[in-house]
C-alpha cells in the first residue's frame, strides 16, 4: 500500500519534488498537495511580467491539471494548512478538514513559517523520534 505523502506549499518545490517521485517513486506514495493560493504551481520568477501584461496568466503555470492528475496527485488549492498534530499525524486545513500523513513535507517557502504554525507545540511534541522522518 502506498505511504500517505503530504506537501504543504503548492509552489516551485513541491512541482520539482512531485516530479521528481514521479519518475523515481511512481506508487510509492500516495501524494496530496495542499496549496493557499487559488491556482496550480506556476513559475514564481515569471511573476513580474504576468503583472506587466507580457505574459498570460495560463503560460507561467509549471505543470497542467492532466499532468498531476496523471501522477496520481491529490491538488487541494485555496486550502491554508493551520497545524500539524504530530501525536495524530494529521494535517488541519483552515476548513477544518484534516488529512492524515505518513510522511510530511513543508514546501513554503519562507510564507508561513512565523504567521501560521504553532512551532512551539510543534517542537514541544512528545515524539521527538518522528521528526526527522516528515522530511524525505
Ligand atoms: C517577482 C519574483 C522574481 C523572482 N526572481 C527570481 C530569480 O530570478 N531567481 C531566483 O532564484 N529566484 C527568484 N525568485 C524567488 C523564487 O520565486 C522563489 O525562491 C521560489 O518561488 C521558491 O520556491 P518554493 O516552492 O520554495 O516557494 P514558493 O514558490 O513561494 O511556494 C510556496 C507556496 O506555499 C504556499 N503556502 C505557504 N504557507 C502555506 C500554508 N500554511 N498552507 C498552504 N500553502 C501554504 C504559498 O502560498 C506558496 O504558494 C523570484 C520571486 C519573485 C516573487
Redo the contacts with the bound molecule.
Keep these: 500500500m502506498s505511504e500517505a505523502l503530504v506537501v ?7 512541482a520539482r519534488l512531485v516530479d521528481e517521485l514521479a519518475k523515481v517513486a511512481l506508487g510509492r506514495y500516495a501524494i496530496a498537495v ?4 487559488p491556482r496550480l504551481a506556476y513559475n ?2 515569471l ?2 511580467s504576468v503583472l506587466t501584461g507580457e505574459t498570460a496568466s495560463h503560460d507561467i503555470e509549471l505543470k497542467p491539471a492532466a499532468w498531476w492528475r496523471g501522477c496520481g496527485v491529490t491538488v487541494k488549492y485555496g ?4 497545524e500539524i498534530d504530530v501525536g495524530r499525524r494529521e494535517l488541519k486545513i483552515a476548513n477544518e478538514e484534516s488529512i492524515a500523513f505518513s510522511r510530511l513535507v513543508l ?3 519562507s ?2 513559517a512565523a504567521d ?1 504554525w504553532d512551532w512551539k507545540r510543534l517542537m514541544a511534541s512528545p515524539r521527538p523520534a518522528h521528526r526527522s522522518r516528515w522530511f524525505i
Excluded: H
Aim: aromatic share 4%.
Design positions: 504543504v506549499g503548492n509552489g516551485m518545490a513541491a495542499i496549496g493557499d493560493e514564481r520568477v511573476l513580474s486550502c491554508l494548512a493551520t514546501a513554503t517557502a510564507w508561513s501560521c
